[in-house]
């Protein structure tokens, strides 16, 4: 019997150190979304449309990106540029007709159209074609540059300008956004220009010069300069899901400009799961199912759908669940979930451990229970047995001995 149990003892501590040795290998699986293609090549001007006024230079980043597990060389060209018009692509050093992309990488070059002084308004399309050197990707990006009229440009020009390229991020409501705006000034002398932001009650909306850390409140430049600024926004906590508007404004005396920028949240995802006596283990016979509840709760501000569970169980055992998945639980709510343990038949005597993983969208929790294997009935009627028998042999020892 003790030999017995010995052996139970190593098989234990060998599935422990399997199951451990598993679960990290199973986590990455879980976490790899999937291998990338072989070949993946997108071509992405930053502004496909333009409005500027007649006589300026317009350059802007034209971007290769390699979304594939292959390197590629591709040739680059201008096909389609209007007349009164000279369009190229470059680097800062160089005009450039091709480019190498290496995988998983992206390259920026820089596309530069110069009207002539005789070029007046009106609309104007430039169309630029990437092509792989096997022919395999052929990409074709139509840019459009419209030039306003003295009478349109100065209805505009009150002296600064606001521009962003993204006026619009979404994220979760715990997260805190950074907008880039680039102030470009018009005027012929230098100034300071103050900032000013206005968002939802509770909410931060704060300054500060690109890739730096420091507030600011004001910026100065100098006749016709442009800088970039970092506008970043910080939701108020507990905030729900929705779009939320964020007010702009930069000032210098006259000159004033506004630009309106949304942030649009899409809730927390936070799961709890747990037991509501706070005990993570139950008792089992080999061959007999045993159950125990759990609950999972949202706790987060979004409705967290199509909610799994997985587990790490000992070898030739069966776990379920009922229900089996949870389509959806909104914030707030409380879903109760049974787990259906059934240890192998020849399980020995002694304490196991079923790991579960609840998954839900964009957020999981674990729990670990343990499980006492208990010997079966049918053994215990055996002992009792055997102990009648052997104090029933003493008794009928003791009389016959007595006797004589």
């Known amino acids: 019997m003790k030999r017995r149990i010995g052996f139970g003892g ?5 599935l422990v150190f399997l199951l451990s040795a598993a679960a990290p290998a199973f986590a990455a699986e879980k976490s790899d979304a999937g291998p990338k293609p072989e ?3 997108v071509l992405a001007p930053e502004y496909p449309g333009i409005i500027s006024t007649p006589g300026k230079e317009i350059s802007m980043d034209l971007n290769l990106i390699n979304r594939g597990r292959t390197d590629e060389l591709v040739d680059l060209k201008v096909t389609q540029t209007p007349p009164g018009w000279k369009a190229k692509i470059k680097t800062y050093r160089y005009t450039v007709s091709g480019v190498h992309v290496p995988a998983d ?5 820089t596309f530069e159209a110069v009207p002539d002084k005789e070029t007046g308004p009106g609309e104007y399309a430039f169309q630029v074609e990437a092509v792989t050197r096997d022919g395999r990707f052929r990409l074709s990006q139509k840019i459009v540059i419209t030039l306003q009229g003295d009478q349109e440009a100065k209805e505009q020009d009150t002296g600064v300008k606001l521009t962003t390229s993204y006026p619009v991020i979404r994220g979760p409501s715990d997260a ?3 907008f880039s ?3 470009d000034s018009r005027l012929d002398k230098e100034a300071v220009f103050d900032l000013f932001g206005q968002g939802p009650k509770g909410w931060e909306v704060n300054f500060k010069p690109s890739y730096e850390t420091k507030f600011i409140s004001s910026l100065r430049l ?3 300069q442009s800088q970039s600024i970092a506008v970043q926004v910080k939701p108020a906590p507990n905030q729900p899901a929705g779009e939320y508007p964020i007010a702009v404004r930069v000032a210098s005396g006259d000159a004033k400009a506004e630009a309106n920028l949304t942030v649009v949240l899409t809730g927390t995802y936070e799961i709890e799961a747990g037991t509501t006596s706070g005990l993570l283990s139950l008792e089992a016979r080999p061959g007999k199912a045993a159950n125990v509840s759990f609950y999972v709760k949202n706790t987060g501000s979004a409705p967290n759908t199509n909610i799994r569970f997985m587990t790490f169980k000992p070898e030739n055992w069966k776990v379920e669940f009922k229900p089996e998945k949870i389509d959806a639980i909104e914030p707030g709510a409380l879903k109760q979930v049974e787990m259906i343990v059934t240890p192998y038949e020849e399980a020995l005597v002694g304490d196991y451990s079923v790991a579960v993983k609840i998954d839900g969208e964009k957020t999981s929790r674990n729990l670990e229970f343990r499980v006492s294997v208990k010997a079966s009935a049918a053994w215990a009627w055996v002992g009792i047995a055997i102990i009648v028998a052997v104090i029933a042999g003493l008794l009928f020892l003791f009389r016959k001995l007595g006797r004589r």
Not at 105 to 109: A, G, P, T, V, Y
């Open 105 to 109: 990488d992206k390259r920026s070059l």
């Open 222 to 224: 100098k006749a016709n």
């Open 10 to 14: 190593i098989a234990i501590t060998l």
């Open 176 to 178: 805190t956004f950074e």
């Open 181 to 183: 705006v680039e102030v």
């Open 39 to 41: 070949r993946l090549l």
